[in-house]
């Protein structure tokens, strides 16, 4: 029946005649205009193709502007980076070859490419920086006897709109070298990459050996036992003498509390009630586990501390330098600090004493030592220096507004170094500390940080470009300077409203006979 149904409707669909496809209107919202007709399918391709169009004459004309770039570098070579490849072009070769060959990423694949290089004549070659994997080709080629020059990323990428594959941005990065386009990232002589490899591993060896202090306070809180509440450092003198004495055996919190050094600021008293706690044996596990792992790290680190001083002692300046003053000892050793005298040693490779600033302790000085080497010659200027760092505003503008003038972001130790070393400074009494607390109040902690790193970076620079000696400043120095600054300002707004100030001379005290 439902068959039948659906039979006989669609034969009275076929008898009604055929009606006609309802047109597209466009309701004009405005009366008084005229209304606009829908753009037909031909108005769509022509303006399709006028796009087209005026893309591909704006690339031609950047390819021809590229070209009548003067040429800088006649027998240039650009790289493009891989992990298992190296991409490499040319720009001709003796014996009339393919200029753009693939290489291994493995040793003799390398040794390969530069002989290929020698045999085309290249004598400056440009890669693109891809993290480690150009690293080993960077060194081979300076080994080489090329000059090489690593850029960024973003200063090497394809006009847009072109199709992006190796091959392609090799023969790119070639292009913009031969002209003089790239600009090149720092790079430390071999010395320094040496002493920055073991800084940044020493660095690294320091944060791992911190995640084994926090499994024993970890541990130590399991089992109730608040030793952290009485003692500012479990690894300190007294926190690993009561941890030992515990994964010995002992259990009576006065005993333990007897270990305590002299220089504890907590009672006997006050440490036993801390260390009444409930034992177990799976914590106690965790906690001896714990403390061989960071005994074992504190091992590894005294031997690249080893390493570390051998390496300064090879990058000593051959002149002869005054006597390093003594300098006053403000707090005690703490397990992580090195096992040299850091000052000393770094003293005699810069020639200047880093230390001296405020805030720049040992191991800022040799984090920045180790990324910046003693050359700072590569930075033109102190505004490029601080550019570099990421410590400047990054001007935005357009239009005649500016969009954003936010620090450039970015994972530069050194900067993170003179981060930390202005952090330090917020209950300073010096010159440096009253001006980071005065940016605070007026900017908020972390944009002050910013601006007190830049004021170290400048200081910095200064001391190891030109050997400026670094004169320290009283906090009533700094307080001095912001008086006279805000008198020039209410002098000169004054002048501006058609008013004179006079400086109220202090009231005379009466004098009694």
Not at 284 to 289: F, G
Not at 333 to 342: C, I
Request: a positive charge; charged letters at 25%; glycine letters at 6%.
């Amino acid at each position: 029946m439902a068959a039948r149904k659906s039979k006989s409707r669609d034969a009275q669909t076929l008898q009604q005649p055929l009606q006609p496809k309802p047109t597209r209107t466009i309701v004009n919202p405005d009366p008084s205009k005229p209304a606009t007709p829908a753009r037909s399918a031909a108005a769509d391709h022509f303006h399709r193709n006028a796009k087209i169009t005026e893309q591909a004459r704006q690339e031609a004309e950047a390819c021809a502007q590229l070209l009548a770039t003067p040429v800088k570098h006649a027998h240039a070579a650009g790289i493009d980076v891989g992990d298992s490849t190296h991409w490499v072009c040319v720009e001709s070769t003796p014996d009339q070859g393919d200029t753009v060959r693939e290489f291994p990423a493995h040793t003799p694949g390398l040794r390969q490419l530069v002989a290929w290089l020698k045999f085309c004549g290249v004598t400056t070659v440009a890669l693109e920086a891809s993290g480690v994997y150009g690293h080993v080709l960077f060194l081979t080629l300076l080994e080489a006897g090329f000059e090489v020059v690593m850029t960024a990323p973003q200063f090497a990428r394809q006009i847009k709109g072109r199709p992006k594959t190796d091959k392609r941005d090799c023969q790119w990065i070639r292009r913009l070298h031969k002209h003089g386009m790239l600009p090149p990232i720092f790079q430390p002589d071999a010395a320094t990459q040496t002493l920055r490899d073991y800084v940044r591993h020493r660095a690294n060896l320091v944060r791992l050996s911190g995640q084994h202090i926090q499994r024993m306070q970890k541990a130590l809180e399991l089992m109730n036992l608040k030793l952290t509440k009485v003692l500012g450092d479990v690894t300190g003198v007294t926190g690993l003498k009561i941890i030992r004495a515990i994964l010995d055996g002992e259990r009576d919190p006065v005993q333990l509390a007897l270990l305590r050094d002299r220089r504890c600021r907590h009672s006997v008293a006050e440490i036993a009630q801390a260390l009444d706690g409930r034992y177990r044996p799976e914590f106690l596990r965790e906690l001896r586990s714990s403390l061989t792992l960071w005994e074992t790290y504190q091992e590894v680190i005294l031997e690249v501390d080893i390493a570390i001083a051998e390496h300064l002692q090879t990058m000593r300046r051959q002149t002869t330098l005054p006597p390093l003053p003594p300098k006053p000892r403000v707090r005690g050793r703490k397990p992580h600090d090195p096992w040299f005298d850091v000052r000393e040693a770094l003293y005699y490779v810069t020639g200047v004493d880093l230390t001296a600033i405020e805030g720049i302790d040992e191991m800022h000085a040799l984090t920045l030592v180790g990324e910046l080497g003693t050359d700072f010659s590569k930075w033109p200027t102190v505004k490029h220096f601080s550019n570099w760092l990421g410590l400047c505003p990054n001007w935005h503008k357009t239009g005649g507004k500016v969009k954003s003038s936010r620090t450039r972001p970015g994972k530069n130790r050194a900067a993170g170094a003179l981060r930390l070393a202005a952090w330090s400074l917020m209950r300073s009494k010096s010159y440096l500390g009253a001006y980071l607390r005065r940016q605070r109040s007026r900017l908020g902690a972390p944009k002050a940080i910013t601006a007190a790193a830049h004021k170290l970076a400048r200081i910095v620079y200064n001391l190891m470009r030109y050997g400026l000696a670094y004169m320290q400043q009283t906090e009533a120095a700094y307080a001095e300077q912001v008086r006279q600054r805000l008198e020039k300002q209410l002098h000169r707004r004054a002048r501006e409203l058609g008013f004179e100030l006079t400086k109220i001379a202090p009231p005379v005290e009466p004098t009694f006979a």
